[in-house]
């Protein structure tokens, strides 16, 4: 039997100091790849690379129900400013801890060594699925393109995470 697509709701979540939504490439990139994938995108900002602030817009969409993903990009390279990993880990009842390694794999492809300076991470927080992008558009590009693609695809096997979305919550 065939598997039915299943649009998902995302929100995106640029962090950055000097970002704007006209000069925000990377914010605009992975609107154009979720929108053309048929997804929705519920919610979309910018904040400053401040822990508090990330937390702050990041708990409100993880308490809404309508929000089933996050992406972020920015804030996690090895700068003072980069606080993105710090700020969101916090928020994680699980951690995602294959998405980073794959993401680091994939970028050496592309930027070789340089790929150790990316802290991506991903997890889970009261059921909604958050991954941590660095703020350059490439990096977006393989993020979506090679690993948030197919699995924010219900058609996606032998498993995805939209498969897993209704027991998230589980006790």
Request: hydrophobic share 40%; glycine share 8%; proline share 3%.
């Amino acid at each position: 039997m065939e598997r039915q697509f299943i649009p998902v709701n995302v929100a995106l979540l640029t962090i950055s100091d000097t970002r704007t939504f006209d000069n925000d490439t990377s914010g605009k990139v992975l609107r154009e790849r979720v929108e053309a994938e048929n997804h929705k995108i519920v919610a979309q900002t910018i904040v400053r690379d401040d822990k508090y602030d990330i937390r702050s817009i990041l708990s409100q969409w993880i308490a809404d129900r309508h929000i089933q993903a996050i992406i972020t990009t920015g804030g996690t390279g090895l700068t003072g400013r980069d606080g993105t990993p710090e700020a969101v880990k916090v928020l994680f009842d699980k951690d995602i801890e294959g998405f980073g390694e794959l993401f680091r794999q994939l970028s050496y492809d592309v930027i070789r060594t340089s790929t150790v300076q990316s802290r991506a991470i991903a997890g889970v927080a009261n059921g909604t699925f958050i991954f941590c992008l660095p703020g350059s558009s490439g990096a977006c590009v393989t993020g979506w393109d090679e690993i948030l693609k197919d699995q924010l695809d219900a058609r996606h096997k032998p498993c995805n995470f939209v498969d897993l979305m209704p027991r998230l919550l589980e006790k």
